[in-house]
């Protein structure tokens, strides 16, 4: 079975479009979303929309603040976490349709778990909001309390940052693995990156698939001008969410 991992959409259309487009060649069988679909990108409710056809969507932080109570964020995802609340709320455009997004992230579940593989938003402890950075193996304490919390593979996104931790003690990332890594007896934690806003200084949309033990790093350009102009044209979307599209960062 061959399986996309997309995650951290964070309301990016064009990125997510040219992802799916990826995905379409690669023949996969199905999609999951391993959360924050909405958040800082100017195009919340088309990226909902296409998530609810994926068979997996997980609960991330950024969708869990639009229609809950916000807590721990910065000032400027604070601001696009209110404005796409507004973007969902009924009176703005059709009101079923945004009823049913809404529904949609408030019945989002927060892990799925099938034999061997978890897959999260953030880490295995708090499925939601920890993140887990490459610089972690570090922590030993953390990564082995961590590691203790899952059978064989956990997914996740999160961070941004797309890589593999092999065993609680290393980090390797996709170029060093040459885009492909074949999972095997260590325990792994596979972070999938970031479709809508790459943090790993390669501005390219990034997820993974995973055929059987093998996992494969994409990357995939996309408009950006166009994403970036559109956050421009938003007054509540801080215009450094647009900047930082170029650089990923
Ligand atoms: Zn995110």
Not at 230 to 248: A, F, H, S, T, V
């Amino acid at each position: 079975m061959k399986r996309a991992l997309i995650s951290d959409i964070h309301g990016n259309l064009e990125a997510l479009r040219a992802v799916l487009q990826d995905i379409k060649m690669l023949e996969v069988s199905e999609i999951y979303c391993l959360g924050d679909v909405v958040g800082y990108g100017p195009n919340p409710r088309e990226c909902i929309d296409a998530c609810m056809e994926f068979p997996v969507a997980i609960l991330g932080n950024h969708d869990q603040a639009a229609i809950f109570d916000p807590d721990g964020f910065n000032p400027v995802a604070l601001g696009a976490i209110y404005w796409t609340r507004g973007e969902l709320e009924a009176r703005r455009g059709n009101a079923t349709e945004n009823n049913r997004r809404w529904d949609f992230l408030g019945e989002m579940p927060r892990s799925r778990s099938e034999e061997g593989l978890l897959f999260v938003h953030g880490s295995p402890r708090d499925p939601t909001s920890e993140y887990v950075f490459p610089e972690d193996i570090y922590n030993r304490r953390k990564m082995d309390n961590l590691f203790e919390r899952f059978d064989r593979y956990c997914f996740q996104g999160h961070t941004h940052i797309p890589g593999i931790f092999v065993d609680s003690q290393a980090f390797i990332s996709p170029e060093e693995c040459n885009y492909e890594y074949s999972l095997g007896e260590e325990k792994s934690m596979i972070n999938v990156g970031s479709v809508g806003q790459p943090r790993d200084g390669d501005h390219r949309a990034c997820y993974a698939v995973l055929t059987d033990d093998q996992v494969t790093f994409r990357r995939v350009d996309y408009d950006r001008d166009a994403t970036i102009k559109k956050i421009y044209d938003i007054p509540e979307l801080d215009n450094m969410l647009g900047d930082r599209l170029r650089e990923g960062r």
